[in-house]
């Protein structure tokens, strides 16, 4: 079974950078859509970023497009996710999903992913 395990959340002032790691158990041979999702206080989880997994275009809402940038790391097993320029409304708890067999194309609901870590909270603060 996929297990994912979020890490790199912390404390940041605006305008500052933050980079977030999303460890795989291993690799699924067929193929996964990898995300990134957030949950503000009080919202609803929100889709970030997604990458196909291995080799795919990488998606990004419109709230972060230019800012931030979710990549893969084949020797660590990793897809990361560097947040530049961060802001305030960037605050909420950080999640990685993975959908086995899907080839991303764009975000996606949550529903559409399986797998889901715990979560890394990022506070970024005026």
């Known amino acids: 079974q996929v297990q994912l395990v979020e890490s790199g959340g912390g404390s940041v002032q605006a305008g500052g950078s933050l980079r977030l790691s999303c460890v795989r158990s291993?690799?699924?041979?067929?193929?996964?859509?990898m995300a990134w999702f957030r949950q503000a206080p009080g919202k609803e989880r929100e889709g970030v970023a997604t990458?196909?997994?291995?080799?795919?275009?990488?998606y990004y809402a419109d709230s972060v497009k230019d800012r931030f940038t979710v990549s893969q790391d084949s020797a660590k097993n990793t897809i990361d996710l560097q947040m530049n320029n961060m802001k305030p409304e960037d605050t909420g708890v950080y999640y990685c999903?993975?959908?086995?067999?899907?080839?991303?194309?764009?975000?996606?609901?949550?529903?559409?992913?399986?797998?889901w870590g715990q979560g890394t909270q990022v506070t970024v603060s005026s």
């Open positions: 999903a993975a959908a086995p067999g899907l080839y991303c194309r764009g975000l996606y609901s949550t529903a559409v992913f399986a797998y």
């Open positions: 990458i196909y997994t291995p080799g795919g275009d990488t």
């Open positions: 291993q690799y699924t041979y067929g193929g996964a859509c």
